[in-house]
């Protein structure tokens, strides 16, 4: 097998012919059949519900990703920060959604000037200080800004406790000229409870309820007012509420998951399987596109392997998990048994896994593709992933900028 060296050493890299050999290990990996499996089937989720798909990208922070999401159909892409929105449309994203405040003079000159270069951007406002802030600021500017009340839950995280401070809200970004309301936000992965799907199906049609009396107030100011929310575990559920009577043809139900794009092993797994079941009229679900490849790095003693693997290289809210194994410079045809392997311990570097008795053939060197859970927290660890084809090809490096 002819190969060219690649180092991904979370900086430059160069591309290889095939990923058991000649890449520099370990690797964080996208396999390119889930993911476009992944593009599709979510966009035509948030089609089939009357909405309009706008993914988080603070899970990816990879504009290459963005834009296949943007090609698929995507109506924007949200993100958590104003360095994040810099970021994405520096890279071509024109219409952001920033699921957050826009708080701070720094981080709203950052907003002013993506403005200012024909950005279409939302933000959240909670608070009558932060709506005075931002009126004053863009006034100053000359620039308009797009807000989006924020409706949260009593602990909570962000947003509006009360009716009554949804509607105080309004009225003071109405007398803001530099701000305009623009719909409603919320997030309904802060809704906890002995019984969280009846909490979120409340919460949802709460939020409904809410924009259709703003809406007959006439508080809002831009026609067919965004409605948004939706993370990566109950966005059926949201769907569902916003594709009722009360939004259809008078506002911009927006979805906001994430995570899908290339989904996971471990936590939206879980999330994925609930989904299903509630939904069991949906077809095959979302396919996990995300893995990172390492090598086995020592054999100290019987039943332990120590793999060159650590936290610095693959999320661990949850242990990672083995998936398949392949000799370095091997046939994908040819995987090896890791039945029974059971990762214990990470540390920074180093990952430890015991194995059963009957695994006799593991050898140093052996290349081990890992499942991991939560995918945010194995992107930003990595300055570039690799798109693999089904036989392992490397077909593109995918930078990300956290």
């Given at each position: ?16 012919s ?9 690797a964080?990996?996208?396999?390119e ?5 992944n ?17 988080h ?16 159909g ?7 920060t104003?360095?994040q ?5 520096a890279?071509?994203?024109t ?11 720094a ?9 200012e270069?024909?950005?279409?951007f939302?933000c959240?406002?909670?608070s009558?200080?932060?709506?005075r ?16 009340i ?9 947003g509006?406790?009360?009716q009554?401070?949804?509607v105080?809200l ?12 623009a ?9 906890h ?9 409340a919460?949802?049609?709460y939020?409904?309820e809410?924009?259709?009396e ?10 067919n007012?965004?409605v ?12 569902e509420?916003?594709?009722?009577a009360p939004?259809?043809?008078?506002f911009t139900?927006?979805?906001?998951p ?23 009229d949906?077809?095959q ?6 893995e990172?490849f390492?090598?086995?790095q020592?054999l100290?003693?019987?039943g ?10 693959i ?5 990672p998990?083995?998936?398949r194994?392949?000799?370095e ?5 040819q ?5 029974g ?7 920074d ?12 053939d ?23 992933l690799?798109?693999?084809d ?6 593109e ?6």
């Amino acid at each position: 097998m002819q190969t060219t060296a690649l180092a991904v050493d979370k900086g430059s890299v160069e591309l290889s012919s095939h990923l058991l050999s000649g890449v520099s290990l370990p690797a964080a990996v996208i396999h390119e059949g889930a993911l476009e499996h992944n593009l599709a089937w979510m966009q035509r989720f948030a089609e089939a519900h009357g909405a309009r798909l706008a993914p988080h990208g603070k899970t990816t922070m990879t504009p290459a990703l963005f834009h296949r999401q943007l090609q698929a159909g995507a109506w924007g892409i949200t993100l958590a920060t104003a360095p994040q929105c810099r970021a994405a449309f520096a890279n071509g994203v024109t219409r952001l959604l920033m699921a957050n405040q826009l708080v701070g003079q720094a981080n709203m000159a950052i907003i002013a000037s993506l403005l200012e270069q024909g950005a279409t951007f939302y933000c959240m406002v909670d608070s009558q200080e932060n709506v005075r802030q931002l009126g004053r600021f863009f006034a100053e500017r000359g620039l308009g800004l797009s807000v989006l009340i924020e409706v949260g839950v009593g602990g909570g995280r962000c947003g509006c406790r009360t009716q009554q401070q949804i509607v105080s809200l309004a009225e003071a970004i109405s007398n803001e000229p530099a701000l305009s309301l623009a719909g409603l936000e919320g997030y309904e992965g802060v809704v906890h409870g002995d019984d969280p799907e009846a909490g979120i199906r409340a919460y949802a049609k709460y939020l409904v309820e809410v924009a259709v009396e703003l809406e007959a107030a006439g508080r809002f100011s831009q026609p067919n007012p965004i409605v948004t929310a939706s993370g990566s575990a109950w966005y059926d559920v949201i769907a569902e509420a916003f594709d009722g009577a009360p939004l259809q043809g008078r506002f911009t139900p927006v979805l906001r998951p994430g995570c899908y794009v290339v989904h996971d092993h471990g936590l939206y797994r879980e999330a994925q399987s609930a989904v299903l079941n509630r939904r069991p009229d949906l077809q095959q679900g979302l396919e996990p596109a995300l893995e990172v490849f390492a090598q086995v790095q020592s054999l100290p003693e019987p039943g332990l392997a120590i793999v060159a693997l650590g936290k610095r290289d693959i999320g661990h809210d949850q242990l990672p998990m083995a998936l398949r194994r392949f000799r370095e410079a091997g046939e994908i045809s040819q995987p090896l048994s890791v039945a029974g392997w059971e990762v214990t311990k990470i540390m920074d570097q180093h990952t430890f896994v015991r194995l059963p008795n009957e695994a006799q053939d593991i050898e140093v060197g052996d290349i081990i593709a890992f499942g991991a859970s939560h995918p945010c927290l194995t992107f930003d660890k990595w300055r570039q992933l690799l798109l693999v084809d089904s036989d392992l090809n490397v077909k593109e490096r995918l930078a990300t900028y956290f």
